[in-house]
């Protein structure tokens, strides 16, 4: 019998359909991927599957566990299947934990809730269940606390809780959208590892076409509520029938078309020279000497006018910090930073003069914006860097409109406010923010990654058509592999503060010298590569598991050396 | 008038005398008695692996004593800090109280003996450290009003104003914490409605027509309870507790429908927070989660408003400590001051102001047990 098999299962509020007709099935030991961009319903697939739809929703049809309709069990019922029967994982590890109650706590408690042992034995499995997710004594003992831990061991701890009554069925909802790359590897492996051990079925529910492509063994596609298309992997990607799906498989591996015009002028636009940023830390002790954790540890880069210059790293590398420095945002504590060739002043800040040859476009284009302001105002607020300067009446609305007319807004939009736009026609916004007083260099700090990716495709081609036209220069920060490969001339990878590679894009993504940067490229999704791997080599291996695999076999999430 | 001074002084000041502390002194080692009692909360993992065991233990004592100790510090320093604001504040008042002590006809020569006497004549600083010493002595000075010993005039009002404020938040906290919970569980609920409703009356009506209501109901039409007055604590605790009854009561509505509000909000706020819906997922009930995951991390703001409720106990109580005739602390100050007592007013409020900031400590060492992220770091 087909262990999860959802018929008709329709989900709504009021006159809102939230999805309809939902078909779906999940064999023991199969792992379904469930791909769709936000909106589509695939995370209200998986509540309404675990039976925590918020409140006022309404559902039809029949979401079958084993034969029993899960839409029948009365809430005392479901709670005895949530957890014991179907475990979940969460996107964001970082406040899915109890910040107040240790690890082991948090474990034992799926086995307390369901299981009538002492603690001393729901505290045995949680330490198994804790060993077998890969968080091993003595480094994490059952009474560390969640902020002891990185992202992705709390990440792990999250699938200890949802794994540890060893459910028939696992959802994981965008389990590693929230960690870096080498983080996404380790636990996508530790998923895949899980079911083949337990042989329970998984669903993995993410926006990232490559995340599944090497993993899962059918696929389902959603849009706006519905599964538009589905079936085996490989099969399904390189037939891809509905045009959405296709509009998808495009975006996900887009190519922005760039033209840049020849660099001119030797003086560049940026120029920073062994800047250190140092942060104190708390003493150890009343008497004990101060202590400081360099962040930027003597980083050196320059960028040409025009040129788009990718910095990559994991987090925690430093590369936010730099940019914080270069926009003097924060004082640096040696080095030198320049802009067309003036040095930026150090602790007190940068003038008015400096500053407005530089812009800045953040990842979170809602949190960047006053919502009580109109997009006019917005726009128009690096205005008073210009000083005496700026343009007033006419002239202004006429720069106004200009800018959004740029990014592809329209004049009218600059009356309304931050709320009635979409995610990425906030980012557009944000972009004309910082184009309006016309900078030479734009820093881009992860700009595009909590978009779409049919929206990103969007961005990235203004992005590049700007930089063509406008002989803008672009830092381009972000921890994406695959977005800086396609905008950005050069690269830079940083790790722990320092600069560990730079050279041209193409370059180093077909040869990377050092073993950082090959790890990263290792570790980063590849759909095109996946799919030729699970052509090539079936049964499907598994990347990340088997390290002797990982040597031997074309790998299908692996970009590594040799390939450009 | 009185309440200027209040507001003012407490909570710019901070204190700087240990001694109204010989009692006080042992608020330091409170603290440590409630983290053994942190060994056997429920949530505290029991040694299955004596190694893991070990090591958490480890982990919690090594940083909660640096962080004890850090709050510890600031504890002292303002101390020293608010005894300097209480004296320079009351040095700057006019009126000289010697010559109000000796009445209008005093001649100019007995002022100036009476003042040499006193102690009123020595360099500013001299008279400081006279004041701080002599406090940590137990020597309060001799109160120019009453001409008694000023530690005699507190000793007997501490004892009422302390258990009273210590009454009524122990009331305020067993009403608020179930209602408040209550109303979060069932939000939006008509029971939510109702005690949102109830509760917004509480907060909006004054504490003494509440205690002149009881009066009429409790002591006048079923004389249960006497309408004022105290008898002392000779007497026994019961009739002690019983005197202090309807008065707790009355402060303690306002105050408890403030509480129950904010546990309310609290709770709300944490019920949407992610590890809910981990703790739902995992199979626990609605109720569950919101006991066992909601709750504690709920406590951070509610610990807040108890600190601050207590201080507002102790001092601003004299509004009821009037309608009931109670010998409080705060109603002594206000004599005080109207007297120009400013030996006592000086003494008093660096009393009061040692009690606040030691509740201050205490709500600070609630919130690292709480919270195990504020054990780690020392702010």
Known sequence: MTLLSIRNLTLHIGDANILRDIDLGVEAGEILG??????????????????????????????????????????????????????????EPMTALNPTKTIGDQVAETVMVHRRTGRRAANRIARETLDRVGLTE????????????????????????????????????????????????????????????????????????????????????????????????????RNLQHPYSQMLFKASSHQPARNPPAVTGSVPVLAVDGVVRDYPLPRRSLFGAKRQFRAVDGVSLSIARGENVGLVGESGCGKSTLARAILSLEPVQAGSIALDGEPLQGSAGASFAARRKLSVVFQDPYGSFNPRHTVERLVAEPFFLLGLGAPQGAERRRRIDRALTEVGLVPADADKYVHEFSGGQRQRIAIARALIIEPSLIVLDEAVSALDVSIRAQILDLLAELSDRLQLSYLF?????????????????????????????????????????????????????????????????????????????PSPLRGGPGRG | MHKNIFVHCFPASTPADRNAPT???????????????????????????????????????????????????????SLVAASLVVFVLLEIVPGDPAALMLGLNATPEAAGALRELLGLNGPVHERYLNWVFGMLRGDFGISYAYKVPVSELFADRIWVSIPLAIYALTLSTLIAFPVGIIAASRRNSATDVA?????????????????????????????????????????GLFVGMKALTLPAIALALPQASILARVMRSALLDTLDEDYIRSARAKGLTRRQALWRHALRNAL??????????????LAGAIIIENVFFLPGLGNLIFKAIAARDLIVVKSGVMILVVAVILVTFLVDVAYAIVDPRLRTSTR
């Open chain 2, 300 to 313: 951070i703001p509610v610990l807040t408003i108890i600190g601050l409720q207590f201080s507002f106990l």
């Open chain 2, 195 to 235: 005690i949102m409703g109830t509760t917004q009356l509480g907060v909006a009506v004054p504490n003494f027509w509440f205690a002149m209501l009881l009066v009429l109901l409790f002591a006048v039409t079923l004389r249960w309870f006497s309408a004022g007055g105290f008898p002392g604590w000779d007497q």
């Open chain 1, 477 to 553: 920060i972000s921890h994406d592999l695959h977005v800086v490969r396609t905008i950005t001339d050069r690269v830079l990878v940083m790790q722990a503060g320092k600069i560990v590679e730079a050279g041209d894009t193409a370059t180093i993504f077909a040869n990377p010298q050092h073993p950082y940067t090959r790890q990263l490229l290792a570790a980063t999704p590849n759909l095109e590569m996946a799919l030729a791997a699970r052509e090539a080599a079936l049964p499907p291996v598994d990347p990340f598991l088997n390290p002797a695999a990982k040597q031997n076999l």
């Open chain 1, 138 to 237: 003595p480094q994490f003992p059952l009474g560390k606390f969640p902020h002891e831990l990185s992202g992705g061991q709390r990440q792990r701890v999250v699938i200890a809780m949802a794994i540890a009554l060893r459910p028939r069925l696992l959802i994981a909802d965008e389990p590693t959208t929230a960690l870096d790359v080498t983080t996404q590897a380790q636990i996508l492996a530790l998923l895949k590892r899980l079911v083949d051990e337990d042989g329970m079925g998984l669903i993995l529910i993410t926006h990232d076409l490559a995340v599944v492509a090497g993993i899962a063994d059918r696929i389902a596609i959603m849009r706006l509520g519905e599964i538009v298309e589905t079936g085996p992997t490989v099969g399904l990607f």
């Open chain 1, 34 to 91: 469930i791909i769709g961009e936000s909106g589509s319903g695939k995370s209200m697939t998986a509540l309404a599957i675990m039976g925590l739809v918020p409140e006022g929703f309404s559902s039809g049809g029949q979401i079958l566990l084993d034969g029993e309709d899960l839409l029948k069990k009365s809430e005392a019922e479901l709670c005895g299947i949530r957890g014991d029967a179907i475990g979940m994982v969460f996107q």
């Open chain 2, 23 to 77: 009692h006080q002194a042992h608020g330091t080692v409170e603290p440590i008695a409630t983290l053994e009692l942190r060994g056997s909360l429920p949530h505290t993992p029991v040694p299955p692996f004596p190694l893991a065991a070990r090591a958490s233990t480890l982990h919690n004592r090594s940083a909660m004593p640096a962080y004890i100790l850090s709050r510890a510090v600031s504890l002292c320093l």
